[in-house]
């Protein structure tokens, strides 16, 4: 079975691979990379020249060549960087040239001539960008010149076709597949080439390694049948597309916090890792340059025989991110509850304002301040059409100010902020519904064609967490201004309504921020599959080929980068692993793990990063001074009359801990071991059994050292029974205690209480509200916060 192919160069004078590729995109001599690229592809015939590297010098290629002399019928140049120093003309007679690179780029400006002696030609020109434009001049037979410009500015490329007095320009768009059959063996080579080295920037420069994948992954997507109907670029493809898109979400700041039990992550980490080092054991002889093709041959043999092993501890770390995406899902549908639950609030405490804002208008005539009031009584409802796709709301608000001019510029930042928000609530569904399509597709049976349908629609431009934040706080800020204005005015409702629709844009953003977790944890998940699926096909191919080598005749160079490619997949799993080791550790710790997920470890680093997982975990228990101490919280309370009505009505109540709360401001790292909600009035009835659910957001602050910290992770979600004994004494008897840390004794994550709370009481009766009328009796909620937390000598007054 054919592997991937390594033509050495025959041309008179051998391209090497030089630090003018490195130099050319801002790389330090030092960088390292595959012994593999050094050397180009090159195929001199008398009918035909091609060529392929990294990078290539045209004018210095085209003088090597002699084609200023020669008249090869198909002139093919390949690349990644195609530099031209210097202006040259080039004759065209006769000729078909193509060229094709990510960019070309230098000051010199190459002009082909076409046509000259009456002869047909062509040049066909695919680059994702061009420094400086190719001047194409075409003599016709009927004695007219054609002056052609190619700059890359249209399509994905162009292509220049004279014959005679027929002259004809074409945009190339979306579709080489024409263009790479003549040219399957150096498309093959730049592709791979240009993809192992990528693979190996990735950790010192992953901008750059992520524009050669992003180059790599359109050009196959476009080539068609060329990849389609070749097991090597389909299987190549698969990996671009898992590599995409690991690049893209690794390197999107994360302050996700999954649920990690320390020792089992340990056990998961060094089960893999074993299997990993058998192999790399075999991978070090084989890169031994003493190591006779014999001995290679045998090691490479017991290299593949533990590629099974190593497929099977991936399983595991497979399951692992499927059960983050699982929990991920379901903490989105507690949060989605939340925030419809919230909404029904908000929409009470706006009819309240809206009058209050009609019975102040009959009284003044500020037109101005009229228009954005009445406008910020339709934010809610605008903001929550945009997550299901709705933006109607959002362009009628921005007309409903338009109609006061006045009003339009003085809100005109509300109205930057607030589409802002839907701008990333949208751009957030909308990747969230292509990565499940991807992920679907992928789940079900591999086929390319459905993948590249898939890509073809997916926009990997999310927003990051910090930016998702920003956006919503900004919003916020501006309705916040606004409606302590129309309080100060005297404009009754205007507080409340300005309350509730706080907790709504604290529920939106969260919202968010667990749909880009998802995001997050689904590409995870998706280049697992993918890279998994590709080993599988690599192992059989590894398989024939090492049982047919031939140590007289064959090159042993192709079977030994199909061996490295493995060892890169294997390293990525390793990589999500110390990712979500890394992230829960800085949650838990409130500072940096010393540990660095890289793709370029040796297995002895990873070997040491596993000791470092046990070290840091006892060096942070000891740094904490003061050491964290138990604490109790019994005098929190929610008494708005507002509030209470609402609670009575339907059951539930939303509210928030800021870090600046007053019964906990003494407390840095301040971490709940339990929560419990008491509803207290004396008139409440005697014996009432109160079932009642008590979940956060998964949206979390904390603070240590005078440095505030912001994370998310799944929502908590916990019951707490009692039964009230004497409503006069609030006597009860727990029945289950709202306890959130048994679950998580030996894990990373325990809530903080700075986030938002969900009160929902389960035997409240939907059907008939007669039942809930001993609700009306409950003078205040009281919430209790058991937990721990550094005390930091702060002096707190109530």
């Known amino acids: 079975m054919r592997l991937l192919p390594i033509i050495i160069s025959l041309s008179f004078s051998p391209q090497a691979f030089s630090s003018d590729w490195l130099e050319l995109n801002n790389l330090p001599n030092s960088t390292e990379y595959p012994t593999w690229v050094q050397s180009a592809y090159s195929d001199v015939g008398v009918l035909s020249r091609s060529t392929s590297d990294l990078h290539i010098n045209l004018s210095d290629w085209i003088a090597e060549q002699n084609l200023y002399v020669t008249n090869p019928s198909k002139i093919v140049v390949f690349a990644d960087t195609i530099e031209v120093p210097e202006n040259f003309n080039l004759l065209v007679n006769n000729q078909n040239i193509l060229i094709f690179a990510r960019k070309i ?7 082909f001539v076409l046509g000259q002696q009456g002869s047909a030609a062509s040049i066909s020109v695919i680059a994702g960008e061009i420094e400086t434009p190719i001047n194409v001049l075409a003599f016709q037979s009927d004695g007219s010149i054609t002056r052609d410009a190619l700059t890359g500015n249209t399509g994905d490329g162009e292509s220049v076709v004279l014959a005679g007095e027929h002259y004809r320009r074409t945009t190339i768009d979306s579709n080489i597949t024409g263009q790479m059959k003549l040219a399957t063996e150096p498309f093959t080579d730049i592709i791979n080439r240009s993809f192992d080295m990528a693979a190996s920037l990735f950790d010192t420069n992953p901008e750059l390694s992520l524009d050669l994948i992003n180059w790599i992954e359109q050009s196959l997507r476009y080539s068609g049948s060329v990849v389609e109907d070749d097991p090597i670029l389909s299987d190549l493809y698969l990996q671009t597309v898992a590599f995409k898109q690991f690049i893209n979400f690794s390197t999107k700041e994360s302050h996700y916090v ?19 080092v058998a192999y790399q054991a075999q991978w070090d002889i084989i890169q031994d340059r003493n190591t006779v093709i014999e001995d290679k041959i045998e090691a490479a043999k017991l290299a593949l025989a533990n590629i099974e092993d190593v497929l099977r501890a991936q399983s595991s770390i497979i399951t692992q991110t499927q059960s983050n995406i699982d929990k991920i899902g379901d903490s989105l549908t507690e949060v989605d509850s939340q925030y419809k639950a919230q909404e029904l609030v908000t929409l009470d405490a706006r009819t309240t304002y809206l009058v209050g804002v009609e019975n102040w208008k009959t009284q003044q005539q500020l037109n101005a301040a009229l228009a954005i009031f009445k406008a910020i009584a339709e934010i809610g409802s605008a903001v929550s059409g945009v997550f299901t796709g709705n933006l109607s709301g959002v362009n009628d608000l921005t007309e409903q100010l338009a109609k006061t001019p006045e009003a339009l510029e003085k809100a005109k930042n509300l109205v930057t902020n607030i589409k802002s928000v839907t701008g990333i609530i949208d751009s957030v569904t909308k990747t969230i519904s ?15 064609q459905k993948i590249s349908e898939a890509m073809d629609g997916f926009n990997f431009n999310i927003p990051t967490i910090n930016e998702s934040n920003l956006a919503w706080d900004l919003m916020i800020t501006e309705i916040r201004s606004n409606l302590r204005y129309a309080d100060s005015l005297g404009i ?64 042993f160079d192709s079977i030994e980068r199909e061996l490295s490619r493995v060892l890169m997949h294997f390293k990525r799993p390793m990589f999500v692993a110390l990712s979500n080791y890394v992230q829960a550790y800085e949650y838990w710790a409130l500072k940096p793990s010393e540990i660095t997920p890289s793709l370029n470890k040796s297995y002895l680093d990873y070997q040491f990063d596993l000791a470092s997982i046990e070290s840091e975990y006892v060096n942070a228990l000891s740094s904490f001074q003061p050491a964290p101490q138990d604490f109790t919280i019994d005098n929190y309370t929610i008494s708005s009359p507002e509030q209470l009505e609402s609670f009575a009505t339907t059951g539930q109540l939303n509210f928030s801990i800021p870090l600046e709360q007053v019964q906990l401001c003494s407390f840095d790292r301040v971490r709940l071991s339990t929560v419990r909600v008491f509803l207290e009035g004396e008139n409440l009835p005697y014996g009432k059994q109160l079932n009642l659910r008590v979940s956060s957001s998964g949206n979390y602050a904390d603070r240590y050292e005078n440095q505030d910290y912001q994370f998310s992770s799944n929502p908590v979600s916990r019951a707490f029974y009692y039964r009230l004994d004497d409503p006069t004494t609030n006597d009860v008897s727990i029945i289950t205690d709202g306890a959130v840390a048994n679950k998580f004794e030996y894990a990373y994550f325990q809530p903080t209480p700075f986030t938002s709370w969900n009160v929902t009481l389960n035997n409240f009766d939907e059907t008939d509200q007669a039942n809930n009328q001993y609700l009306k009796d409950v003078e205040q909620i009281r919430v209790e916060f058991l937990g721990s937390g550094i005390p930091n000598g702060n002096s707190c007054s109530n």
Do not use: H
């Open 105 to 111: 780029v230098g000051p010199g400006t190459p002009t």
């Open 258 to 276: 999954p649920y990690l039990d320390k020792v089992l992550y340990q056990d998961k980490y060094e089960a893999y890792l074993n299997a990993m």
């Open 434 to 448: 292509g990565i499940s399509q991807l992920t679907a597709d992928i789940k079900s049976t591999i086929k390319l």
């Open 492 to 555: 009754k409702g205007s507080r409340q309504y300005l309350l509730e629709l706080e907790k709504q844009v604290l529920l939106g953003k969260a919202i968010n921020i667990t749909q880009l977790n998802f995001a997050q944890e689904q590409a995870k998940l998706v280049d697992l599959l993918l890279t998994n699926n590709v080993t599988i096909n690599q192992q059989q191919r590894l398989n024939d080929a090492i049982e047919g080598y031939q140590v007289d005749t064959d090159s």
